[in-house]
């Protein structure tokens, strides 16, 4: 299927591995510009590379920074020529009992996975609505649904966010213009991210790597963890022409973990 976004551009954000780049990949291939951004500039040189090779017929920029501050944003935007796809992403919390969490840590949720997917969406959507189309998608998490005791610093910011834009996608102003805002809610995909807390939680417990990652996988009626490139294939089709009509969702990647009707 053609996309029908060839030519546009793309700021995804931390996007040199896992989800982000999977989304940055799916992109690339139906021939979208990209700005990619992360914290390391090693791997964001690689993954870069990768893109560029993914196609050669697209400008592939990587821009070295933290997307939580104000100057990561700044540089990540100033880098894009313009913005018709905007990929809100960042590291998630540290999980965590929440009598040890202060505010300081609370305030740090927030900017990564509220705050900062909220100011992007604000420095770019009133110009997508005058173009006549934008594609908002924000990477939050399955916790957003099925909430996970440990991970309260997640299930509290990324519900803050998914609020806030339900209101937000519903303003004709926007959806009237053609700009789309939808939330992709990964359940466990084999990434960086899904190797280290099942370490974490490992550790903790005093158990072997190996029956932990069994025991996550055994709950996926699945029987697999996702892949990053299958995040990427739904996250280019809903930032597609013929996604217009998808609006304030929450889409739920999980493998069937996710036991409700709705
Ligand atoms: P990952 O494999 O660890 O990749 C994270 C990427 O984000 C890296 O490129 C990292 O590069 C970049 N990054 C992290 N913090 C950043 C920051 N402040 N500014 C710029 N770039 C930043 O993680 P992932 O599995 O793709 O997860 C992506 C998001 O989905 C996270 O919020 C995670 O909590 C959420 N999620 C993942 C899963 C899963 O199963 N994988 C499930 C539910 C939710 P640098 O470190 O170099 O900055």
Known sequence: MNLGIEGRWALVCAASKGLGKGCARALVADGVNVVITARGQEALEVTAAELRAVNPSVTVKSVAGDITTEAGRAAALAACPQVDILVNNAGGPPPGDFRDWDRNAWLAALDANMLTPIELIKATVDAMAERGFGRIVNITSGAVKSPIDVLGLSNGARSGLTGFVAGLARKPDLAGRNVTINNMLPGLFD????????????????????????????????????????????????????????????????GGAYPGTF
Do not use: M
């Open 191 to 254: 990434t960086d991210r899904l190797h280290a807390s099942t370490q974490s939680t490992a550790n903790a417990g005093g158990r072997d790597y190996q029956s932990v990652l069994d025991a996550k996988r055994g709950g996926i009626p699945a029987g697999r963890f996702g892949s990053a490139d299958e995040f990427g294939a739904l996250c280019a089709f809903v930032c597609s022409a013929h996604a217009g009509y998808l609006t304030g969702q929450n889409l739920l990647l999980d």
